[in-house]
């Protein structure tokens, strides 16, 4: 349902029990009409607004709470998928095709957020991006390091790829 026919529908209720109201009370006893009668309705009519409220908040706070949770995690990968990309390239030339590689995968994302597909779409693009990462992880196997510098920054690549390829998984999972 579009929020034009949800807010339609609200309105027609609303309308509708404000004619109700009216033609209850022409035929309505005279003693339910009284000051305490109304006290009780505006008591009730109070107790519910309250807990509209309270389930509202609870409401939007679960959903700031969510999308904290997956812009920290946006976050965590750019963070990240620099930091690898910056490793390479001290690694030196060997790792030229790795980071062709990162630059392929993240215009990819790019372009699949641009895109906005379906929600059923999401979940098969969220496994082609960890599968992109799965690819670098390969790549980075591949690389047969020449000094003990290089032994360390692969380490380190590898560490960051793996690191990335689990905040993925976590972020498709949220989401």
């Known amino acids: 349902m579009s929020s034009i026919t949800i807010g339609l529908i609200a309105a027609g209720c609303t309308f509708s029990g404000a004619l109700l109201g009216v033609w209850l009370q022409k035929r309505l006893p005279r003693h339910h009409l009284d ?21 509202l908040g609870l409401l939007v706070s679960s959903a700031k709470g969510t999308f904290d949770t997956i812009n920290e995690g946006i976050k965590q990968v750019s963070a990240k998928t620099i930091l690898l990309d910056r490793i390479l390239a001290q690694y030196g030339p060997d790792a030229q095709a790795v980071r062709e590689q990162i630059k392929r995968s993240v215009a990819a994302s790019l372009e699949s957020a641009r895109l906005r597909k379906p929600v059923g779409a999401a979940e098969s693009t969220a496994v082609q991006l960890t599968n992109r990462v799965e690819l670098v992880q390969s790549r980075l196997r591949e690389l047969t390091p020449q000094t003990e510098a290089q032994h360390q920054l692969l380490a380190q690549a590898s560490q960051i790829a793996g690191d990335l390829a689990q905040t993925r998984w976590l972020l498709m999972e949220e989401a």
């Open 35 to 55: 000051k305490d009668s109304h006290e009780v309705v505006k008591l009730g009519a109070g107790m519910l607004a309250t807990i509209t409220a309270l389930v």
